[in-house]
C-alpha cells in the first residue's frame, strides 16, 4: 500500500464512486481488515486456554425452560471466542468478546451444583458473558486466565443481584450496535441496527445507573455491589454493605425519558424506519415464544382428537397385564429358561478361556528365561518365543470362537425350533445379541493386551501408561491384574459393550434418583403399550387388503396414518431405553460415562444419525469391526459396508427370528419343501430388518448428495425425518404385518 501513487490511493478512488457505495465500500474494507487480523491471530498461535462452559441466555423457547448452553470457548489474548462444539473451532465463532479492560465477575455456586461467573462491560456494567461449569477449580482457572488477559476481578456481594437484570438487557450485537467495543457476535453481524436494539441498550445501561445510583452513587456503577478479594475498596477502608441492593427494580419511568404529550389530532404516529417483526432483520431479537405455545396447543388439540376418536371407534383395547404375563410366563417354553442358564455357562467359560491365555502367557515368560540359562541365541529364542505365542493365540481364538458362537446359536435355535413366542424370543434374542457383543469385546481387549505384554509395552489406559485414567473408581490395572471373575461381572451388568479393565465412576449412587426414573420409567412402556394396541394395531390389520390387492392410494394413507403412532412409538423405545434404563443400570452401576446418545435428532444425513443415536453400538462397531478392517488395509468403504451388514445381521435377529417371519419360519420351509416351484410376490416373505439396514448405504450417500447441494442444514434434518421416520419404519412395520398373516391365515 506504501508504494501506492496519490491517484491510485483509495481516498481517491472513494471519491470517484457515489457517497452510498463509497460508505458500504469503507465498510467492506473494514470487516475485511478486522478478519484479516483475526485470521492471523488464530492461525499464529495457540489458545491460551480452551475448554466447555454453559452459556448463559435469557431467551428460552417453548418446548424448553434451560438457559444455559453448553460451548466450546477458546482465549486468544485478549479476545474470548465461543464455538458451538469443539470440532467447530475452525469455522468463524458464534461470538466473541475483547476482554481487555473488562470486569470479570466471581458469582460463586449457584444452584448448588454450577460456578457462575461473568463477563461485564466497564462502563455501563452491561453483562457481555455470563458462563458457568460444574468444577470449581475449571471456573477459578478461567477467572485467572481472563484476569491475565486484562480483565479486572470482583466479587458479588451475595445482596447486590437477588433479581436478574431485565430480558431487554440482554445485547447480541456487535460494536456497530452497542456504545462497547467489547461484544461481538453472530458470524455476518447486520451494517445497521434497528431502533429497538439501541432501546434495548439504552435501557440496560439506564438500568445499572440507577442500581448503582441507589446503592451508592452513580459514580460507583462499576464498583458497587462487589468486594475486592481483601474486602476493602480502593482507599484501603472496609465497604459498608449496599443496605438498598435487595430492592433492586429496573425503573418503571426512566427519568431521561421524555413524557409524552397529548396525542392530538395532527400527532406524527410513524417517526422512525422500523421492519416488521418477522422480518429477517428483527427476527433474531424478536420473541417467539407465543407461537411455539400456539403450535403446542395445535398439536396437543389434534392429537386429544384422535385419542377420542379411537376410542370411540374401537374402544379400550390396551391390556398390559397380557402384555406382561406373555414376557415374564413363556407359556411352558422349558428351553428357552434353559437358555439363560446357557448364556451364564458362556460367561462363566469366557473367563476360564481367560485363565487359560494367562498361564500361557506365563509360560511364555518362563520358557524365555530357561531359554537364556541354556545360552541359546537371542535369535532363536526369539522366534522360538514368536512361535509359542502364535500358537497361544491360535489356541485362543478357536477356544473363544467355540464359546461365542455357542453363546449366539443354541437361543437362536431353541427360538427356532420351538417356534416361541414373540415376546419372550424377542427379549431373549435381544440379550443374547448383547452378551454376544460383550463377550467378543472381553476376548478381543484381553487378546491385545496379551500381545502388548510380549512386546513390552504398556496400552493407554492401564496402570502405569501416560494416558489418563478415571478419576473415581477402584483405579487402572494392568494385564493381567483385570483377570478376575469381579471384573468380568462388572462388564457384563455395565451399561456398554465396550470391555476396559476400568471405567470412569460415579462418587456415589442417588436412590431417590433411581425411584424417580423407574416411576418414569413404568409410565413410558404403559404409554408404549397403549400406543401399539389402540393405534398401531388397528391401523396396521386394515392394511393388509391393499397390500394384497396392489392399492397403491390407499396403501399410502395406511403409511401415513400409521406414521404418527409408529413415530411416537419408536421415541417411547428410545427414551425409555437408552435414557431411562441405561441410567438406571449406570445409576446402580455407578457407571460414570453414560454418554449413550447424542444429539441424533439434529441429524442432517443418514451417517449423522447412525453416529449418534446409539453410542454403545457405534463405539463397539468403531473398536472391534470398523477399525480392525481398516488397520488390515481395506478400503473405509468396505469397512463401512462391513459395519452395516453386521448391523443388519443382528437386527434381523432381534427383529425376524422372533417373529417367525422369512427364512426363520419353520412352516415356511415346511410349504417350501412341501410344493416346490416359484412361489408368488404375496407370498415371498424377505428378510426386511436386513435389507432396511443394507439400504441406508445408498441412503448415506444420496442424503450427503443433497445436503452438499442444498447447503441448508434445516433442509437436510427434514429429509431425514421424512424419510427414516414418516416413510421407512410404517413401510417395516406393514411389511412384517403382511409376513405374519401370511403365513398364520
Known amino acids: 500500500m506504501s508504494g501506492m501513487s496519490g491517484k491510485d490511493s483509495p481516498s481517491s478512488a472513494l471519491s470517484a ?4 457505495a463509497a460508505a458500504k465500500l469503507s465498510a467492506l474494507e473494514a470487516e475485511n481488515a478486522r478478519l484479516r487480523d483475526v485470521l492471523s491471530s488464530r492461525q499464529g498461535k495457540e489458545p491460551t486456554y480452551s475448554g466447555y462452559l454453559y452459556k448463559y441466555r435469557p431467551f428460552t423457547s417453548a418446548f424448553t425452560k434451560y438457559q ?30 475483547n476482554v481487555e479492560g473488562c470486569i470479570v465477575e466471581w458469582e460463586g455456586l449457584k444452584k448448588g451444583a454450577y460456578w457462575t461467573f461473568q463477563v461485564l462491560d466497564p462502563r455501563t456494567g452491561a453483562s457481555l458473558l455470563r458462563l458457568s461449569t460444574q468444577d470449581k477449580g475449571r471456573a477459578e482457572v478461567w477467572v485467572q486466565h481472563l484476569v491475565d488477559a486484562g480483565c479486572h476481578k470482583r466479587i458479588l456481594n451475595a445482596s447486590y443481584r437477588n433479581r436478574s437484570p431485565p430480558r431487554s438487557a440482554d445485547i447480541r450485537w456487535n460494536q456497530s450496535a452497542t456504545s462497547s467495543p467489547a461484544c461481538s457476535t453472530g458470524r455476518h453481524p447486520p451494517p445497521s441496527v434497528p431502533g429497538s436494539v439501541n432501546r434495548r441498550l439504552d435501557l440496560a445501561q439506564r438500568w445499572v445507573a440507577s442500581a448503582g445510583a441507589s446503592a451508592g452513587g452513580a459514580d460507583s456503577v462499576s464498583t458497587t455491589g462487589y468486594t475486592s478479594e481483601s474486602g476493602l475498596s480502593e482507599a484501603g477502608t472496609e465497604q459498608p454493605p449496599a443496605r438498598q441492593a435487595s430492592n433492586l427494580r429496573p425503573p418503571a419511568q426512566p427519568a431521561d425519558k421524555a413524557k409524552r404529550g397529548p396525542i392530538l389530532g395532527s400527532t406524527p404516529m410513524h417517526t422512525e424506519v422500523r421492519s416488521s417483526l418477522l422480518d429477517h432483520r428483527r427476527m433474531a431479537t424478536t420473541q417467539h415464544s407465543g407461537i411455539f405455545n400456539l403450535m403446542t396447543v395445535v398439536l396437543f ?7 377420542i376418536e379411537n376410542i370411540l371407534k374401537y374402544g379400550i383395547l390396551a391390556n398390559p397385564a397380557g402384555w406382561v404375563s406373555a414376557v415374564v410366563t413363556p407359556k411352558g417354553n422349558v428351553w428357552l429358561t434353559l437358555c439363560w442358564l446357557w448364556l451364564a455357562f458362556a460367561v462363566f467359560t469366557a473367563y476360564a478361556i481367560e485363565l487359560v491365555g494367562c498361564a500361557r502367557l506365563e509360560a511364555e515368560r518362563k520358557a524365555g528365561i530357561a531359554k537364556r540359562k541354556k545360552e541359546i541365541s537371542p535369535s532363536d529364542a526369539k522366534r522360538r518365543a514368536a512361535a509359542m505365542g502364535r500358537l497361544t493365540e491360535r489356541l485362543m481364538w478357536l477356544l473363544n470362537f467355540a464359546n461365542i458362537s455357542a453363546a449366539l446359536l443354541f437361543p437362536c435355535y431353541m427360538v427356532f425350533a420351538t417356534n416361541a413366542d414373540p415376546a419372550p424370543g424377542g ?8 452378551l454376544w457383543m460383550k463377550l467378543i469385546s472381553y476376548a478381543h481387549c484381553n487378546q491385545d493386551y496379551r500381545m502388548a505384554r510380549r512386546e513390552g509395552v504398556l496400552r493407554p489406559g492401564e496402570r502405569g501408561s501416560d494416558a489418563p485414567i478415571p478419576r473415581e473408581g477402584p483405579g487402572a490395572l494392568a494385564y493381567p491384574e ?12 455395565a451399561p456398554t459393550l465396550v470391555y ?3 471405567y470412569p465412576r460415579s462418587s456415589r449412587i442417588r436412590m431417590r434418583w433411581i425411584m424417580r426414573r423407574v416411576l418414569e420409567l413404568l409410565f413410558t412402556i404403559g404409554l408404549m403399550l397403549f400406543v401399539v394396541e389402540q393405534y398401531t394395531a388397528p391401523t396396521i390389520s386394515n392394511s393388509l387388503a391393499p397390500i394384497q390387492q396392489l392399492d397403491w392410494p390407499r396403501l399410502v394413507e395406511r403409511v401415513l396414518k400409521l406414521a404418527l403412532p409408529t413415530l411416537y412409538g419408536w421415541l417411547g423405545i428410545f427414551y425409555s431405553l437408552f435414557h431411562l434404563w441405561l441410567n438406571i443400570l449406570g445409576e446402580l452401576t455407578a457407571f460414570g460415562d453414560r454418554e449413550f446418545y447424542k ?10 444419525y447412525w453416529r449418534t443415536w446409539n453410542m454403545p453400538v457405534h463405539k463397539w462397531m468403531l473398536r472391534h469391526v470398523y477399525s480392525p478392517v481398516v488397520r488390515a488395509g481395506a478400503p473405509r468403504m468396505t469397512a463401512m459396508l462391513l459395519v452395516f451388514f453386521v448391523s443388519a445381521v443382528f437386527h434381523e435377529l432381534v427383529v425376524g427370528l422372533p417373529l417367525h417371519v422369512g427364512m426363520w419360519s419353520p412352516v415356511q420351509w415346511a410349504r417350501f419343501w412341501s410344493n416346490p416351484g416359484l412361489p408368488s410376490w404375496s407370498s415371498i416373505q424377505w428378510p426386511h430388518a436386513f435389507f432396511g439396514i443394507m439400504f441406508q448405504v445408498p441412503m448415506i450417500f444420496a442424503t450427503r448428495y443433497l445436503q452438499a447441494k442444498i447447503q441448508n442444514a434445516q433442509v437436510g434434518n427434514i429429509i431425514f425425518w421424512v424419510v427414516f421416520c414418516i416413510i421407512g419404519q410404517p413401510v417395516s ?3 412384517y404385518y403382511h409376513d405374519w398373516c401370511v403365513l398364520n391365515r
Open 17 to 20: 464512486v457515489p457517497a452510498d
Open 68 to 97: 444455559w448452553d453448553q460451548r466450546w470457548f477458546t482465549l486468544n489474548g485478549t479476545a474470548l471466542q465461543y464455538y458451538k462444539t469443539e470440532k467447530d473451532a475452525v469455522y468463524h465463532p458464534r461470538g466473541h468478546v
Open 301 to 307: 388439540a389434534a392429537n386429544l382428537r384422535l385419542v
Open 427 to 434: 427379549v431373549l434374542m435381544l440379550l443374547t445379541v448383547i
Open 482 to 493: 483385570n483377570i478376575t471373575l469381579t471384573n468380568l461381572a462388572y462388564f457384563v451388568v
Open 500 to 502: 476396559q479393565p476400568a
Open 599 to 608: 444429539e441424533w435428532w439434529n441429524s442432517t444425513t443418514t451417517d449423522d
Open 733 to 735: 412395520i406393514i411389511m
